[in-house]
């Protein structure tokens, strides 16, 4: 049997239509809360294992559930700290739908 450990980051406003769309394809999976590095935004991250042959179909409900969005993030300039006139204007970031990292397992062992 070959498996593989479906990493996805997602944003958090997606979050409980994926669980849903998960549990009701009946993926077990362990969510984590989770902080995006670059925005600082907090996210979620599943650990998904299932048999290679399933992966397609766990990217399937991610993908149903996960929604590419637009945010805009606010540089605040030296001159603007300053007390110049004109804040710099906002910079657009592409966020999502979902980063999925797809990893192969070597072992799976249930111990206890
Ligand atoms: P963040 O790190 O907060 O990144 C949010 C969004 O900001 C990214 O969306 C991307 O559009 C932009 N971004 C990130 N780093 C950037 C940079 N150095 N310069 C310009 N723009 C940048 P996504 O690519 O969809 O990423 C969403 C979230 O997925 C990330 O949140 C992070 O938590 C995770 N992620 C993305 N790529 C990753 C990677 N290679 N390794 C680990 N986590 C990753």
Redesign the pocket.
């Known amino acids: 049997m070959s498996l593989r450990l479906l990493i996805a980051?997602v944003q958090r406003r997606d979050m409980e239509d994926l669980r849903q769309g998960l549990a009701e394809a009946g993926f077990s999976f362990t969510h984590v809360a989770?902080?995006?590095?670059?925005?600082?935004?907090a996210?979620d991250t599943l650990f998904i294992v299932v048999e290679e042959a399933a992966v397609e179909q766990v990217l399937q409900v991610v993908q149903r559930y996960c929604h590419?969005r637009t945010?805009y993030l606010s540089p605040v300039s030296p001159m603007f700290e300053t007390g110049g006139l004109f804040p710099p204007a906002p910079v657009e970031?592409?966020?999502?739908?979902a980063?999925v990292?797809i990893v192969p397992v070597e072992e799976w062992r249930r111990l206890g």
Not at 34 to 41: A, K
Not at 93 to 97: D, F, I, L, P, R
């Open positions: 980051i989770s902080v995006g590095g670059f925005l600082m935004e996210n590419a945010r970031v592409q966020v999502g739908g980063n990292f």
